[in-house]
């Protein structure tokens, strides 16, 4: 999924530019940076919070024990 902005930014350089060296480079930088932009925006996505999470009181030294349990090797 290219971004729109980022055609629009090769579009720009396409026709600014006519070394073919240089705009083999640069179409690498845009597929690059809409590359960064999917993983930044999956970033952003997962850590929104969850709106159902709820905070309870819980005992710490049992969550600590069934954590250092799960640690342990079988």
Not at 3 to 14: A, P, R, V, Y
Not at 37 to 61: L, M, Q, W
Request: glycine residues 2%.
């Amino acid at each position: 999924m290219k971004s729109e902005s980022f055609d629009f930014l090769n579009q720009i350089i396409s026709e600014r530019i006519h070394d073919a060296s240089i705009l083999e480079y640069l179409g690498i930088m845009v597929v690059e940076l809409d590359r960064i932009n999917n993983i930044v925006n999956e970033f952003i996505f997962i850590a929104k919070p969850d709106e159902t999470i709820k905070i309870s009181r819980n005992n710490i030294y049992s969550i600590i024990t069934n954590i250092i349990k799960f640690m342990e090797p079988q």
